[in-house]
């Protein structure tokens, strides 16, 4: 069974930083993508960063020199840096992953995601 775990969120003022982590367990795929969405209330859920089994990545505009998407093999973890956080960026944020070699745009697994806060 594939298992997504976040943590990393909480609050923290304008102009800070977090580090989100994705831990996942009994996911053996070769080949895959796996993602970071985000949903703020009363708004659509945005795809914020993907990585893909070749380590090839792709970003949101509204968060392009901003975030940054790895991951650690080794640790089954995926991680979402998360720097110069601003106000518009406080939702929930989700992991997410899908086998195969495309990213989306649908993902067969999901945590259970994570608040992250900014305060202006």
């Known amino acids: 069974e594939v298992q997504l775990v976040e943590s990393g969120g909480g609050l923290v003022q304008a102009g800070g930083s977090l580090r989100l982590s994705c831990a996942a367990s009994?996911?053996?795929?070769?080949?895959?993508?796996m993602a970071w969405f985000r949903q703020a209330p009363g708004k659509e859920r945005e795809e914020v960063a993907t990585?893909?089994?070749?380590?090839?990545?792709t970003y949101a505009d509204s968060v392009k020199g901003r975030f940054t998407i790895s991951q650690d093999r080794a640790k089954n973890t995926l991680y979402l840096q998360m720097n110069n956080l601003q106000p518009e960026d406080t939702a929930k944020y989700y992991c997410?992953?899908?086998?195969?070699?495309?990213?989306?745009?649908?993902?067969?697994?999901w945590g259970q995601g994570t608040q992250v806060t900014i305060s202006s």
């Open positions: 997410a992953a899908v086998d195969g070699s495309l990213c989306g745009p649908e993902y067969g697994y």
């Open positions: 990585i893909d089994s070749s380590d090839m990545t």
């Open positions: 009994g996911f053996t795929y070769r080949m895959y993508c």
